[in-house]
């Protein structure tokens, strides 16, 4: 059965890099999305994708994130200059038209 | 503006009994409803989903959702509880639309015990 990857499963990175998250998203799949999951908290819409642009976006989702789907099988999401409260689990998702997401295994981003 | 709230944050059952994890939503138009598992170091798994029609739906693992649009509800259900089961429940909701993020609630732990 087709799934959603995520790589890497696990980011250690210092405060104030660069971080790059990658998704591929299942092939036949049109809109992509990211969502993220504080330590013990709600699972929390960033950003959905569709026809190569943003959608829509939360708050959350400021000047230090941007996506973008750089190949056919890519969808990525990077943050500029990491903080210690973008520490989390990321999660990628697709879906094709009229159907439910599919969630990827998820990404966890420690920033220390 | 949609948001979801469910009732427990730890529900615990003995193996064999009923599971009730509690869902409420607001939403401003029609909503499409699901529930979603998450065990330890995994991703989000569809359990079932709602979108139109037959209000009972189900769904995988012995799962089941009422739509009860008069109280804005979504419980999930499951007749005996199996160790397995115990994981975290996340329900969710969605408008109808181009982009349809999901909104979730904040989690429901199910435990199981022996």
């Known amino acids: 059965e087709p799934e959603v990857t995520q790589t890497p499963s696990h980011q250690v990175t210092q405060m104030g890099q660069e971080v790059i998250l990658r998704c591929v998203p299942i092939s036949n799949h049109l809109y992509f999305y990211w969502y993220r999951q504080i330590l013990g908290q709600k699972v929390e819409f960033l950003v959905s994708?569709?026809?190569?642009?943003?959608?829509?976006k939360s708050e959350i989702f400021d000047d230090q994130f941007s996506v973008e789907r750089p190949d056919g099988s890519n969808f990525t999401l990077k943050i500029r200059s990491t903080k210690l409260e973008d520490s989390a689990m990321y999660f990628c998702a697709s879906r094709v038209v009229r159907s439910e997401q599919y969630f990827g295994p998820g990404t966890r981003l420690t920033v220390t | 503006a949609q948001s979801v709230t469910q009732l427990g944050s730890h529900v615990s059952v003995s193996e064999g009994a009923l599971v009730l994890l509690r869902c409420n939503y607001s939403?401003?138009?029609?909503?499409?409803l699901f529930w979603y598992v998450q065990y330890p170091n995994q991703g989000l798994q569809l359990l079932l989903k709602?979108?139109?029609?037959?209000?009972l739906v189900k769904g995988i693992n012995g799962f089941e959702a009422e739509f009860k649009k008069s109280e804005t509800s979504f419980h999930l259900t499951k007749p005996s509880a199996h160790m397995s089961d115990a994981a975290e429940y996340f329900c969710?909701?969605?408008?109808?639309?181009?982009?349809?993020?999901?909104?979730f609630g904040s989690g429901t732990q199910l435990t199981v015990l022996p």
């Open positions: 969710a909701v969605s408008e109808s639309g181009s982009a349809r993020q999901l909104t």
């Open positions: 994708f569709y026809n190569n642009e943003i959608s829509e």
């Open positions: 709602y979108t139109t029609g037959a209000t």
């Open positions: 939403s401003s138009v029609p909503p499409y």
